[in-house]
């Protein structure tokens, strides 16, 4: 099993539905602020279960939803349907977009699963679809610093202000000798220290620059902007 293999099913990367809703809360409190002006086309690269689209969509968006996993595509396109402005995109849609068709799109939570050598190729591939001053957010990167350690107790801390602790620790204790467990000891995670990711996006032809807070609700992460250079 590898990573994409994991998002292509049910998990419990979310040890209940309040945690769930907390997160993308939390997560939409600190995306607004970076929201261009109404009316603007939002590509969400790896959305995952994207439950700010239609909120981001109220005002003025138009939402692209993208994953690789089929199971979250579906889930997606059942919930969206006959939406007039969020869509779900599969590989297709997605290579099909024409160039300069998107003002802003975002990773969150992503860039940890992306082999470090398919990066640069994954660069290549989203700069042409952006808007003239049109920008690449990453979000929740986990730092080259960063810990299993760190995880745990920024979870902890917003299960306590969240309201649902005692699911969090039953819920860490069943991840941690999960599909998702084994996964992150056998195949890891990508991490980057903040100079490091710059340097990566330079040299794709990026000028990037972070961004003072984290999208994420762990701020042991960190979040970058970036857009293409001419």
């Known amino acids: 099993m590898g990573w994409l293999r994991f998002w292509n099913q049910n998990n419990f990367i ?8 907390a997160h993308y809360r939390t997560l939409l409190s600190r995306v ?50 006959g939406s007039p402005r969020v869509r779900v995109l599969d590989d297709r849609d997605l290579a099909g977009l024409p160039e ?12 940890q699963y992306i082999p470090r050598d398919e990066l640069p190729p994954l660069l290549g591939r989203l700069a042409p679809l952006l808007a003239p001053g049109g ?39 069943r991840t941690a000798f999960s599909d998702y467990g084994i996964l992150r000891r056998r195949l890891g995670l990508s991490t980057y ?18 961004l003072p807070d984290n999208l994420g609700f762990d701020d042991n992460r960190w979040s970058l902007e970036a857009r293409p250079v001419a």
């Open 100 to 111: 300069g068709y998107c003002d802003l799109i975002l990773m969150v939570s992503v860039l």
């Open 32 to 81: 607004k602020p970076i929201l261009p002006s109404p009316e603007f086309t939002l590509l969400d690269y790896g959305c995952g279960d994207a439950l700010m689209a239609d909120e981001i969509a109220s005002v003025g968006a138009t939402v692209l939803l993208y994953d690789a996993a089929p199971y979250r595509r579906d889930i997606l396109s059942s919930r969206h349907a």
């Open 135 to 173: 920008r690449l957010v990453l979000g929740d990167v986990i730092s080259s610093d960063g810990s299993l350690v760190k995880d745990v107790s920024a979870m902890l801390r917003f299960a306590t202000a969240n309201g649902f602790l005692g699911a969090a620790l039953a819920g860490l204790v």
């Open 14 to 21: 979310y040890v209940n539905r309040r945690h769930l809703e």
């Open 193 to 210: 220290g903040r100079d490091e990711l710059i340097a990566v996006l330079h040299h794709a032809g990026w000028a990037a620059r972070v």
